[in-house]
C-alpha cells in the first residue's frame, strides 16, 4: 500500500525554466511533509517542509504547496538550475498531532535540468 | 558539527554471514531512525530508536534484524544470516526530537550480499 505517491519517475526541465514535482497522498493522518533531495550514493538531503496548517511554504528557490483537499503537495523550483539535477522525495508523517516518528516516502522523481 | 555519520560505506558479505552497520547521530540529536532502500524503490521505514529504547520498530522484518542505540556509542542495525534480498542501501538519520520532523541522513551503508 503506497501512502505517497510520486507518479512521474523522471522530469526533464531547461536550465532557468520552472521544475514542478509532484506528490500524492492517501493517509488522512499526515500532517507534516517535507521534500528530501538526493544525489547518487549519498544520504537524502533535507530541502523544505510544510505543516498541514499551511498551503505554501517558501525558501529561495523552493516553494511547496499543499492543497489537503486533493491530498496533493508539489515542489517548485524557479529558476531550474543544472545543480538541482537529482533525485527527489517526497516524505509524510503523522508526527505533529499523530505522534507518529517514522516518515513515509515516495519512490522519488529524477529531475534533469539540462543546458 | 559533524553530520550523521554511518560506517562502513560499503560492505561485502556472503550468504549465511552477518552485518552490522553503525550509525553516530549528529551532536545533541537522541533520537535516531533506520531506513532501507531496494533498488528502484523509496525509502522504507525501519525502526526509531532513542538512547537505550526501541520507540518503535514496525519496520523491521521479524526475523535475523535487530537495531541498538547504547548509553555509549553509536546505533547498531545487525542483520543475521545474510540473504540476496538483503541487498540495499541503508540509511541512518537523526534528529534532536521525535514526531517526525525534519530529519538528518548519513550517507548510508551500501550492503551487497553474494
Known amino acids: 500500500d503506497q501512502q505517497v505517491k510520486q507518479n512521474s519517475p523522471s522530469l526533464s526541465v531547461q536550465e532557468g525554466r520552472i521544475s514542478i514535482l509532484n506528490c500524492d497522498y492517501t493517509?488522512?493522518?499526515?500532517?507534516?511533509f517535507l521534500w528530501y533531495k538526493k544525489y547518487p550514493a549519498e544520504g537524502p538531503t533535507f530541502l523544505i517542509s510544510?505543516?498541514?496548517?499551511?498551503d505554501k511554504n517558501e525558501d529561495g528557490r523552493f516553494t511547496v504547496f499543499l492543497n489537503k483537499s486533493a491530498k496533493h503537495l508539489s515542489l517548485h523550483i524557479v529558476p531550474s538550475q543544472p545543480g538541482d539535477s537529482a533525485v527527489y522525495f517526497c516524505a509524510a508523517s503523522d508526527g505533529l498531532t499523530g505522534g507518529g516518528n517514522k516518515l513515509t516516502f515516495g519512490t522519488g522523481t529524477q529531475l534533469k535540468v539540462e543546458l | 558539527n559533524a553530520g550523521v555519520m554511518q560506517n562502513p560505506r560499503h560492505l561485502v558479505r556472503r550468504r549465511g554471514q552477518e552485518a552490522r552497520l553503525r550509525c553516530s547521530p549528529m551532536k545533541g540529536h537522541s533520537h535516531v531512525y533506520w531506513y532501507r532502500q531496494l533498488p528502484e524503490e523509496g525509502l522504507k521505514f525501519m525502526v526509531y530508536?532513542?538512547?537505550?529504547?526501541?520507540?518503535?520498530e514496525s519496520g523491521m522484518p521479524k526475523e535475523r534484524f535487530s537495531a541498538e542505540f547504547p548509553k555509549e556509542g553509536p546505533s547498531i542495525l545487525r542483520i543475521q544470516q545474510v540473504v540476496r534480498g538483503d541487498s540495499a542501501a541503508y540509511f541512518c538519520?537523526?534528529?534532536?526530537?521525535?514526531?517526525?520532523?525534519?530529519?538528518?541522513f548519513g550517507q548510508g551503508t551500501r550492503l551487497t550480499v553474494v
Open positions: 510544510i505543516s498541514s496548517i499551511k
Open positions: 493517509n488522512s493522518m499526515f500532517d507534516y
Open positions: 530508536l532513542q538512547k537505550e529504547n526501541i520507540i518503535d
Open positions: 538519520a537523526s534528529s534532536p526530537r521525535g514526531g517526525g520532523e525534519k530529519a538528518f
